[in-house]
């Protein structure tokens, strides 16, 4: 079962502010949401990961709800080369195992 | 440059033929993982190992094999009882999983295969 939620698809203008949404409401305590992103015939490219404060690097922020049930990664200064579908996902323990679940990430368009 | 190379990039081959993907990982990385993904959607995990000589089925592990020799290996093997072999095969790796949620996914950058 998918554990994270995202819009299926997004557009931006190009130098605006990127803000992709993502639920997950059954996170645990100790589970971290992390943000990868897909160009196409890529392999997923990892952005940024947080526990329960926000956090930030040379990529992007991420924004993380104080009941942490959602999240939102923000791509401050878009541009066309950001382009891609970007997956939220929380790392899951499976029975003493870890197990990384992948939805289906929303598409973002930055648009010229 | 530490990372993961999946070769070949391309792969062809006739229905009824087993092949194997390679995955080798230079992070000295403990998991290893393989994913498959389809056109439009989501990556979906088929085997993944946390130690050497272990691993375990993923969600879509019926038709697959794999095995873990060496901690910087973890080739996949599509066998003839995969019906729907053609899709684009993601493999990756990180640390202290189990211990330590604190550690990013790295991908190769896949291998494509076809199946006539």
């Known amino acids: 079962d998918a554990k994270t939620t995202q819009p299926p698809s997004m557009d931006c203008a190009e130098g605006r502010a990127a803000n992709l949404p993502c639920n997950h409401s059954t996170i645990s305590g100790n589970e971290y949401v992390y943000w990868y992103r897909q160009i196409h015939s890529q392999g997923p490219q990892y952005i940024i990961h947080?526990?329960?404060n926000n956090e930030t690097n040379e990529m992007a922020s991420l924004i993380i709800t104080e009941d942490r049930k959602s999240s939102t990664l923000i791509l401050p200064h878009a541009t066309l080369r950001d382009t891609a579908v970007y997956y939220c996902i929380v790392r899951v323990k499976d029975f003493g195992n870890e197990k990384l679940t992948f939805g289906t990430g929303t598409r973002l368009t930055i648009i010229p | 440059d530490g990372g993961i190379t999946q070769s070949p990039k391309y792969l062809f081959r006739k229905e009824g033929q087993n092949v194997t993907l390679s995955c080798e990982q230079n992070?000295?990385?403990?998991?290893m993982y393989w994913y498959r993904q389809d056109p439009g959607q989501g990556l979906r995990l088929i085997y993944y190992s946390q130690i050497v000589n272990d691993f375990q089925k993923g969600d879509i592990a019926e038709g697959y094999s794999v095995s873990r020799e060496k901690k910087e290996s973890f080739p996949l093997t599509v066998t003839s009882a995969q019906k729907n072999p053609t899709a684009f095969y993601l493999c990756?790796?990180?640390?202290?999983?189990?211990?330590?949620?604190?550690?990013?996914?790295?991908f190769g950058n896949g291998t494509r295969l076809t199946v006539t």
């Open positions: 992070l000295n990385h403990d998991a």
């Open positions: 990756a790796s990180t640390r202290d999983p189990g211990r330590s949620y604190n550690s990013p996914l790295h």
């Open positions: 947080g526990l329960k």
